[in-house]
């Protein structure tokens, strides 16, 4: 009976230090960049930053085939 009883104390001990090393690091999430990428201001700047970058891919990859596809209609209009 007493060993079971040190073991529950033990148990109580564990957890509550398992409690505050949690709260310690959630403490440390709560901090920098990932605080502000949960705010209503940072989600608002990665969805502009999501399209931007989109544009900018978008542009440079298919930019090549876009002016061929000009050329390409243009000559045909011209009959070259």
Known sequence: ?????????RRK????ENVKENKK???DE???FGNWLRS???ASQMK?????????VFMT??????VQAF???ASLLKGE
């Open 13 to 16: 001990l564990l957890n509550k």
């Open 48 to 56: 502009m930053f999501v399209v931007a970058n989109f544009m900018v």
């Open 30 to 32: 709560e901090e920098g």
């Open 25 to 27: 690091e959630y403490e």
């Open 1 to 9: 009976m007493i060993n079971n009883n040190k073991k529950h104390i």
């Open 61 to 66: 990859i298919a930019w090549p085939h876009i």
């Open 40 to 42: 209503e201001n940072g």
């Open 71 to 73: 050329e390409i209609i």
